[in-house]
């Protein structure tokens, strides 16, 4: 358990479809990030919220769009995504967004784009 | 933030002590030095992170040099659950880091009985 869940663990979907992920803190945290991990790449951070608010967008296409209607809950919704889009999404959170402290990241969500 | 080096992969013997080495010769003097590790299938786990002095927690322990162009991640006795692919990254601790953690591409660490 990491005070991060994120849903669903796997999921598949076709071009044409619409999802969304999901993920939740249970630290009390104020950030919360997602990142994209492809296969034998680093992971690539995507968006950045602090209390509720986008404050980083990072050159992420329009086809990924965050909520973040509270701060322990973050979404990505999905849509039109192509194959090479298949990653591990993870989610994670700090204390605050901008100092020392670690980032606690939740187990991610395995996204097969078909 | 600077950039790391660290051995692509290195085997441990179980029981004994792991020490994972790692280069971030052109760290600043505000960069703190992270380990994280991530098991297959997990999210990255925060291990241990420090500015300039050694520390120690429940997992592990982190030792700087003096210059603080290298650091040591010590796991002190390997079990078969710390198999997994270790990595070192160095980030500044202020505004305009928002999580910026860059990681590259880790040492895989395999845990043998």
């Known amino acids: 358990e990491t005070g991060v869940t994120q849903t669903p663990r796997h999921l598949v979907m076709g071009m044409t479809n619409k999802k969304s992920l999901k993920c939740e803190q249970h630290?009390?945290?104020?950030?919360m990030y997602w990142y994209k991990q492809s296969a034998k790449k680093p992971l690539e951070l995507m968006f950045v919220?602090?209390?509720?608010?986008?404050?980083e967008n990072n050159s992420v296409p329009s086809r990924f769009s965050p909520e973040c209607p509270n701060s322990s809950h973050l979404f990505l919704h999905l849509h039109t995504l192509q194959p090479e889009d298949s990653a591990l999404y993870l989610c994670?959170?700090?204390?605050?967004?901008?100092?020392?402290?670690?980032?606690?990241f939740g187990n991610g969500t395995r996204l097969t784009v078909t | 933030d600077a950039k790391t080096t660290q051995p692509p992969s290195m085997d441990c013997a179980e029981g004994r002590a792991a020490n994972l080495p790692c280069n971030h010769s052109t760290i600043s003097g505000n960069e703190y030095v992270y380990w994280y590790r991530q098991i297959h299938s997990q999210g990255p786990q925060y291990i241990i992170h420090?500015?300039?002095n050694n520390e120690t927690n429940e997992m592990a322990s982190l030792i700087i040099t003096e210059d603080r162009k290298s650091s040591t991640l010590i796991l002190p006795h390997a079990t078969l659950r710390d198999t997994a692919v270790y990595y070192c990254i160095v980030r500044v601790g202020a505004t305009d880091s928002w999580g910026k953690l860059q990681f590259g591409a880790g040492t895989q660490v395999v845990v043998t009985p």
């Open positions: 630290l009390g945290h104020n950030a």
């Open positions: 994670a959170s700090s204390p605050q967004v901008a100092d020392n402290s670690p980032l606690h």
């Open positions: 420090g500015l300039k």
């Open positions: 919220y602090s209390l509720e608010e986008r404050v």
